[in-house]
């Protein structure tokens, strides 16, 4: 079976698609800590935009707050500004050469705000794991149009293309239920 269809180009493409979901999911917080919801902050470190992650040391502290050591102790108001500027809800506090950031109670609005939020994250996943199925078997079509395959290996193909579609579905899926437990639970 060989032509234009290439099954491990569809799988990494099915698979960025996960990995960005994962990662819009952690953004979403949840009333736990979590050194993940920090990630996409920035600082100004020496006049390089910095991911706070590689300027310091972040730890989860009793489950529900945030410890970041930065290795520069220096940096200390700039962190706190730019956990202050992005826009987390996220409230520092500095002790000695510590900072902690203590997750805030989530009401319950809030919560289904964020389940909201989870699972439109959670369909856009799907709509671009359908369209890689749509674009996986169109390839697939056009190699046998082409004569790189028969008329069975491109039904081979098409079921072998369902059957990744919905393993990928299915871990959106299941990830989008955890990500909903995680939220409903006080």
């Known amino acids: 079976m060989s032509g234009v269809f290439n099954e491990k180009d569809y799988s ?3 698979d960025k698609t996960i990995q960005s979901f994962i990662k819009d999911l952690a953004s979403i917080r949840t009333g736990r800590a979590n050194p993940s919801l ?7 470190y020496y006049g390089n935009l910095t991911a706070l992650n590689q300027a310091a040391n972040i730890n989860v502290e009793e489950g529900r707050s945030l410890v970041i050591s930065p290795w520069d102790k220096s940096l200390i108001p700039e962190i706190e500004k730019a956990i202050m500027n992005a826009n987390l809800g996220l409230n520092p506090s500095t002790s000695s050469d510590l900072i902690r950031v203590t ?3 989530l009401t319950e ?3 289904q705000d964020y389940i909201k939020l989870a699972r439109s994250e959670a369909e856009n996943s799907r709509v671009s794991i359908r369209n890689g199925r749509r674009d996986a078997n ?3 079509k056009e190699s ?3 004569g790189d395959i028969s008329e069975d290996d491109l039904k081979r193909l098409e079921d072998l293309i369902q059957k990744e579609t919905n393993k990928f579905i299915g871990f959106v899926d299941l990830e989008l239920k955890n990500k909903e437990s995680d939220l409903l639970e006080i």
Do not use: G
């Open 103 to 105: 997750m805030p109670t």
């Open 109 to 111: 609005e809030t919560r």
């Open 138 to 140: 169109q390839e697939a």
């Open 144 to 146: 046998q149009s082409a």
């Open 12 to 14: 990494a493409k099915m």
């Open 38 to 44: 920090l990630d996409d902050v920035k600082i100004d």
